[in-house]
């Protein structure tokens, strides 16, 4: 019988993002972000939902750390608001903001919690997209590289685990779009396919430029990541032939050949650029040098996946759609397929060549409709179901030799959800939004006790 142990030096931990938590929106020198300003305009998020309060985190970091060190998670991670350090992007440090992510990290600390920062969790300056367009600009990637300076500068001492950039698929391929209003901010109507994976080029060229400036910047030696949220394909059956399959439509899925692929080998995958034609972006001489920056890990954001089988025509794969029937979570797009988490590390150890770089689950998860029982309780048997399965296939994972390192839970609380505002849970803590208390659900319980006996129980 397998008892699903991980090795003792496996970090657990759990996930948040700035905008998603914090709130605060104008406090200490803080200006606004695309999010505040896309979702202040009608429509485009659900029930007008804004993320101004949120979970209020900024002003309640404290007892959210005590919450942290009583589910016994040693690792956490949350993303630093560029408005918050650089109100207007470019330009003059606002040290109260700085501030706070200071008092953050010390309290983590004492609590015996290391902190690892993401830079950017898609929170940009609306002072820029109103300068120059944000990521339609080149000069975006070095006004980051600059921001990057700022916090690594002034936080370095304490903060060794940086993750650089977070899912760059989403805040470009989803900000951006032709003839249609995009779901994310900044929510920009380009006028061509080309536009919207130059916003993609200048992403991995500000990771890139972001790698340089920690490195320099830090004073002690640190790690530097990239996050990810790589399409996973998922042999239909785990035959050659299927595998093989599935190992061939990677490259080119959603947008794992126009990021990983030039972050990892230093290449656009040929496959991805012989498909967009015209549509590829302008890269210029010694971009992809750049954006090829030797990293200390990987962060991944899995999930759910896509069933690939292997087929009988040019391109020697088919990837398969969901019934409405399939299992789902309580997002349209949340399918469930816990071997996702195995495939999504396999398919980058094993076809990217790099077998020893060390991979994090840094973000998965699930929403379920939670609600609070007659007793004050939250009994989220749905999402222990997801994470239990998932687990498992991270621990496949590491059995087999791939080198997953360690696993952060989407997410800490429940939160804002982007377009779905607050009506989409994610979080193993339950948040009354209107007394802003806290309510540790079942499954909060339940991952306590996988960390404490360090196995998927
Ligand atoms: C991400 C996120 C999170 C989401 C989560 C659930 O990094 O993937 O965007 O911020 O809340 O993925 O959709």
Known sequence: ??????????LWGAATASYQIEGAATEDGRKPSVWDTFSAKSGRTLNGDTGAVACDHYHRYESDVKLMAALGIKHYR??????????????????????????????????GITPHATLFHWDSPQALEKRYGSWRSREMAQDYADYVTAVVSRLGDRITNWMTINEI??????????????PHAPGTRVKRRKDIWQTCHHAILAHGLGCQAIRAASPVPCSVALVDNPAVTVPIAESPEHIAAAQKAFPTCWANGGILY???????????????????????????????????????????????????NPSGYECLDFRDSYPRLNMPWLWMLPEALYWGMRHISDTLEKPTLPLFITENGCAAQDTVNAQGEVVDLERIAYLRQYLKAAHRAVAEGYPLHGYFVWSLLDNFEWAWGYDRRFGITYVDYPTQKRIPKASFHWYAECIQQGRVV
């Open 262 to 312: 030039p972050v990892l080998t230093g290449a656009y995958s040929p496959v991805l650029l012989e498909q967009l034609g015209w549509d590829a972006p302008e890269i210029k001489a010694g971009d992809l040098e750049t954006i090829h920056q030797p990293l200390d890990a990987l962060g991944l954001n899995i999930y759910t996946g896509t069933y690939v089988k292997a087929a009988d």
């Open 169 to 182: 698929s989403c805040f470009t391929h989803l900000g951006y779009a032709v003839n249609a209003d995009p």
């Open 78 to 111: 949350f993303s630093i608001a560029w408005t918050r350090i650089i109100p207007d992007g470019r330009g003059d440090v606002n040290e109260a903001g700085v501030d706070f992510y200071s008092r953050l990290v010390d309290c983590l600390r004492e609590h």
């Open 1 to 10: 019988m397998t008892s699903y142990q991980f090795p003792d030096s496996f």
